[in-house]
């Protein structure tokens, strides 16, 4: 490509709405264009990478033996209907209604339409497995739409579901999907770790996020520096500790502590360490009684200080599987007699199911509320202070330096952008929709599904999270928008810098490299400053002087200064710094 | 591809509201599965062809220097309402509430959004030409969607957009595409003709359709055998007679002609060739005068009873371009004293324009409505019975056989399918939302744009349409799902049959042809019927028995029989009767 044939719109300054830097650099290197909030346009530039992330997703899900297909945009309500998605999606899901006054959505992900397919096409155990998949728009109505290409509202992504007669067959789809997913996270040069995801109720181990490592990330990622294991947050067990509970050696005592809620407050105050005090969490689960009424039931979580609750780990709780609340201020009143801040299990109105969890379990003279504001309890022991708890159990997200959950080694966090998640789906939607199979019996089954997804346009925007700096972006060579970018300085003035420019140019465009021509005649400055905020990583410059020397000059983008090559052999020298096109 | 590693879902029968052949044996070779009306999932086997499709028309765009960018699918109401388009466009536009019940549009089409683009991104005369394109998902809401992916709601589209600094540069970008187009076609390997359409108030020949040959064609295509003239019935001009009208020899006469109102029946009852009635139609426009009230014109159009009125031509007569509508019955009844059926232009009860087609205007001795019921005027003649006409002008659409305009023959007519049409639009729509750039003399001046669409969904079933027979579909080479099908009978009792089939799926593989080897196991009449279905080209099928004398069957889908070749040249065989991948 000549960049005079393309479109290279560069800006000096990000949007005002920009707060992260990839939806400032692209923005800036005319990447996007946003045309609404969250919905953007992919302009040229963009949209080579975004091409080129497609193209390898294609490649191996072909290459795993699943079958592309695109599903329409605009669906009928009705399906939606048939899993009640239609209505638990809320305002997420984006609906339309036709000229007939018919209700349709556009499509936030596919598996109603996927399985409707599937149970008219997928009629015998003979067929199975099978995987089927698109690279399709889809269009999530966020509330709060932001961070460009990251959490936008219209986006395209890939979504593979894989239909199997039985578990062991669907773990096997699962297990060969995992896999052609570490191959495309491979293929595309960055830094990522697969991890471990709560399955949610189905159980068993099978959900993993694909999460490029990036400081900027959403989301944390638990992993073991000398082992394999990596899970996220919500996931990640924190183990329960070794040591046994030490017996008491202070009176419990209700000691004033005005003003201070909180447990970092109470801590400075009475000069103790954080870890020695416990957080009181009060929720609340709804049933319907026998007479038609709804019955609350009041739970008291306590959790280290110095600990964050788990709210994954807290729903899996007997008895919170159906969720949970905050209890209302009425209710806590009603149990502790007392506001929030000053909370404990000492001394309560009503009784409640205290849980605690595991490092709690094994303190001793430790800090709680009294239930009388200003007021906290110091010494407190279990046994003799109060009963043991009604239960323990791992309540909250794991922190640096814990025991890893493998035994070998202590826990790491970094933060992680997802782009990825396989996950088996069990017969959720098989059974929604009565997706059923002639199994060999001759007796109807319902389809044991999967489900994959990649996010294909937030996968730019995650790369550049990793890979930038204060001039640019910095692609990894296989999703660059060009490989290589040739540079001659003021070739107007020299035919000898436009001829040797031109050569290259044909040069690699004749051996595959994916190389843009900069004939736009700027000047060396603006034409450096456009590539290196573009991110192109190899970059040629042929300038008038070198030249006459014989020489000219290679860049890598992570390269602190360029390197004069022999101008004869420029050729083969950039052929050699390129990444090796895995396929 | 191995066909038990693909999904082939072939049927005997096609769904009962399947009205044409291409959607009947798209649903049949499991092509394509409806989800709502108009909305068709594209399965794994019509996928492909739309995949071939799609990488032709994106290779010619950009060897013609377009460059690729995708609009989003859902836009802002915002900039339809800067055209007027919103309101303009009626039901056909899907309109969308968003959460915070913002207006939104899927799109029919991008004119709005890059134009949005164009006036922020093109500001110099430096900067232009540019032509972006994208093919994208699209969405018009028909009233009545219908034959499968000919009529669709939701479709997609390749839609390119050209801008240029002035009209004689505009023209050049349209030639470059009318250019792209053919060779886009040629390379489809489809009959195909382009033909020159109506570019509306604009002017100028800037407007062509290309049209796929097909019987079942909705469009009626005008073309010349002996030279290249080809319109659209639309477009295309009725010459004027050039034989001098001949003198009066009858006597006008008002002759009973009752319940015979149509010129036909009237032609059939007085013994007289059809060409010598005329029909009155009665049209009427409309004007606000000076004190704002509507004052309504009415026009009598005469054309030859053998010959049909032609809208877009009667829309251009001076005083019709702000459009026309039939006269309402009171206004036929004012003016001609008569209710239709029996109309004329002799003996007006109030005076009304009239305008003879330029046959109508060479007549002697023709007959026409009494303005009386049950009553024809016979022997009629201009200047002797009644005034020469206000107007002679080509009001026709042109019949078989009439002088081609380029004077080169007689014009003959057949049957097309839009797929394609580039148009130049001038400043519509860059006048409409102020999309100007600064030009070399400094000043500002509206961008001169062009369009160019590509039916990307909707060329498969055109190619359907013209080349199918009773067994199936018969694809041209390019865009066939699988360009061979290797079809081995009964592999699992012959190892050798196996294994030659297995050599030549390999064979042609690694030569870059697109094969199915059909593995499946299935009886070999049936395995037949679905590739003749599905309308793979070329087909080679491996026996046990001709294989023990060396050889195997080749047959074209077009073939009426099998060719025996030796089994050893199988492979170069097959290659040899490819058509040669034009690019």
Redesign the interface.
């Known amino acids: 490509m000549k960049a005079s044939?393309?479109?290279i719109?560069t800006l000096k300054e990000a949007p005002a709405d920009a707060e992260v830097v990839s939806h400032q650099l692209m923005t800036r290197a005319g990447m996007v264009?946003k045309?609404?909030a969250g919905?953007?346009?992919?302009?040229?530039m963009g949209?080579r990478v975004?091409r080129k992330v497609e193209a390898i997703v294609r490649e191996e899900m072909n290459r795993a033996?699943a079958?592309?297909?695109?599903?329409?945009?605009?669906?009928?309500a009705e399906l939606w209907q048939e899993t009640g998605r239609f209505e638990k999606m809320g305002?997420?899901l984006?609906?339309?209604q036709?000229?007939h006054e018919r209700n349709?959505v556009?499509q936030p992900t596919s598996e109603e339409?996927v399985t409707?397919?599937a149970r008219?096409?997928l009629r015998s155990y003979k067929q199975l497995p099978?995987n089927?998949y698109q690279i399709q728009?889809k269009?999530r109505?966020e509330?709060r739409p932001r961070f460009g290409l990251m959490r936008g509202?219209?986006f395209t992504m890939k979504d593979a579901y894989s239909f199997d007669r039985d578990q062991p067959s669907a773990k096997l789809s699962y297990q060969v999907m995992a896999q052609a997913y570490r191959r495309i996270f491979d293929r595309f040069g960055l830094r990522y770790r697969a991890v471990a995801a709560d399955s949610g109720a189905i159980g068993g181990d099978l959900s993993e996020e694909f999460q490029v490592i990036a400081a900027t990330g959403e989301d944390a990622i638990v992993y073991c520096p000398d082992s394999e294991y990596a899970a996220n947050m919500e996931k990640a067990e924190a183990l329960a500790p070794t040591q046994p509970r030490a017996p008491a050696t202070q009176a419990m005592a209700k000691t004033p502590t005005p003003g201070k809620a909180t447990c970092a407050d109470v801590a400075e105050l009475l000069g103790v360490p954080l870890a020695t005090t416990v957080k009181s969490l009060v929720l609340a689960t709804e049933t319907i009684g026998a007479d038609g009424a709804t019955v609350a039931r009041v739970w008291l979580l306590l959790l280290r200080g110095d600990h964050d609750m788990n709210e994954v780990k807290v729903g899996k709780l007997a008895g919170m599987e159906q969720g949970f609340r905050f209890a209302t201020l009425a209710e806590i009143d009603a149990h502790f007699g007392c506001p929030p801040g000053y909370l404990g299990p000492v001394g309560l109105r009503q009784p409640v199911t205290i849980v605690a969890d595991r490092e709690v379990a094994v303190l001793h003279d430790w800090i709680c509320g009294a239930n009388a504001p200003d007021f906290h309890m110091t010494g407190v022991n279990w046994g003799r202070d109060l009963p043991e708890p009604d239960l323990v159990a791992d309540l909250r997200n794991v922190v640096a330096g814990d025991p890893s959950p493998d035994g070998k080694g202590v826990l790491a966090i970094e933060r992680g952008i997802e782009v990825g998640h396989v996950f088996y789906l069990g017969t959720k939607y098989s059974r929604a929709m009565n997706a059923s199979f002639l199994a060999e019996d001759g007796k109807p089954q319902f389809l044991e599904m999967g489900c994959y997804g990649i996010g294909i346009t937030r996968l730019p925007a995650a790369a550049i999270e990793q890979n930038h700096d204060a001039r640019g972006i910095i692609w990894p060579d296989a999703i660059a928008p060009f490989t290589v970018a040739v540079c001659p300085i003021s070739p107007d003035r020299s035919p000898a810098v436009k001829e040797a420019a031109e050569a290259l140019y044909q040069e690699l465009l004749a051996a595959g490299v994916d190389v843009i021509l900069d004939d736009r005649g700027e000047r060396p400055g603006a034409m450096f400053a456009d590539w290196e905020l573009i991110g192109v990583p190899h970059r040629v410059v042929i300038g008038d002087k070198a030249l006459k020397d014989g020489q000219v000059e290679y860049q890598h983008r992570r390269d602190a200064a360029a390197t004069r090559v022999a101008s004869a052999e420029i050729g083969a020298f950039v052929k050699s710094r390129l990444s090796p096109a895995a396929a």
């Open positions: 044939q393309f479109l719109s264009k045309l609404s919905i953007y346009t992919y302009m040229p949209l975004i033996g079958i592309e297909m695109t599903m329409p945009v605009v669906q009928p305002p997420e984006l609906r339309i036709d000229r349709f556009v339409v409707d397919i008219q096409e099978k089927f728009t269009f109505d509330r509202r219209e």
